[in-house]
């Protein structure tokens, strides 16, 4: 997890919501759905991205909530 924000990844048959480069996470929950609510809580609460990674580990969708470091043009 090299991107700074909130990340919602797998953790075995649970799901865990873990800052970017944190050794423990913030919670783990029994469904993405709500490891995704808590992590959004915390990222607009932090102004950080959120990220949401596949069962693959990869991430598929993001949210910005703050310093986007990429803003959409004009």
């Known amino acids: 997890m090299a991107v700074d924000g909130q990340h919602v990844v797998p953790k075995g048959k649970k799901w865990s919501v873990r800052r970017a480069g944190a050794s423990k996470a913030s919670?783990?929950?029994e469904t993405?759905?709500?490891a995704i609510r808590k992590a959004?809580?915390?990222a607009k609460k932090q102004k950080?991205?959120?990220y949401i990674h596949g069962r693959d580990g990869r991430i598929r969708d993001?949210?910005?909530y703050?310093?986007?470091p990429h803003p959409p043009k004009g």
């Open 27 to 29: 919670g783990v929950f």
């Open 62 to 64: 993001r949210d910005s």
């Open 40 to 42: 959004r809580e915390i």
């Open 48 to 50: 950080t991205e959120l």
């Open 32 to 34: 993405q759905k709500e």
């Open 66 to 68: 703050g310093n986007d």
